[in-house]
């Protein structure tokens, strides 16, 4: 499963915190538009499901208020807000969408039928397709391994993994984790954008096979 957001033209919210996460009126506020963002994303996404649209946020809402007092601002991973959150509340909704798929299919299993534009899908052939995102740019595979592993596995064993990347891998990778586009990356380091998105690769490649050495993924 990919972490990738499904809007046209739409990366995901950057979730922007500073510190300890305090769920408070004023912080949850802050934080409405990203939540909405993802919200849509999902109910929108194939096979839309625009009347789940405000359960998907009050999900969303719930998941930040509760997984968002465990970040930990000063952990050695320096990940920040966004890389934190956003997997938790993507996977969140996408665990709520497959329910209400799975819970509308039981009820009208003849009638509950999609278009691709090509045909009509039935809801196992959908769920399938939402279990199967496209391939994630560069620059969005750090969600992905956190995704796959889960947060807390991930922060645990990250500085192991770092061992199998080089310096300069490692200065890359942490401009990722920041969410700094790679055409900011290469200025930063002096490097041209294509050498940005091939060392981006050597690290996606190198992280994963790192994980599957110690059994974090298959």
């Known amino acids: 499963m990919k972490l990738k957001c ?33 919200a849509n994303c999902i109910a929108y996404d194939s096979p839309t499901l625009p009347v789940f649209r405000d359960d998907l946020l009050q999900i969303a809402s719930i998941t930040l208020i509760k997984k968002g007092p465990t970040y930990n601002p000063t952990h050695e991973s320096g990940a920040s807000f966004g890389t934190f959150i956003r997997p938790q509340i993507c ?33 196992e052939e959908e769920i399938e397709l939402i279990e199967n995102f496209p391939d994630a740019d560069a620059e969005n595979f750090v969600d992905e391994l956190v995704w796959e592993l889960s947060v807390a596995n991930f922060e645990k064993a990250l500085p192991q993994l770092l061992k199998a990347l080089t310096h300069r891998e490692q200065q890359v990778f942490s401009y990722i984790r920041e969410d700094i586009p790679k055409c900011e990356i290469a200025k930063m380091m002096n490097l041209s954008p294509p050498r940005i998105s091939q060392l981006a690769r050597n690290v996606e490649q190198k992280l994963r096979d790192a994980c599957q050495r110690f059994g974090l993924i298959e």
């Open 6 to 38: 499904q809007l046209i033209g739409a990366k995901c919210p950057p979730y922007s915190h500073d510190g300890e996460f305090h769920p408070n009126n004023k912080t949850i506020t802050g934080l409405l538009p990203d939540l909405r963002r993802c």
């Open 91 to 123: 996977g969140s909704l996408m665990y709520a969408k497959q329910r209400e798929l799975k819970h509308l299919s039981r009820e009208s299993p003849e009638s509950y039928m999609v278009s691709d534009g090509n045909g009509l899908l039935n809801i």
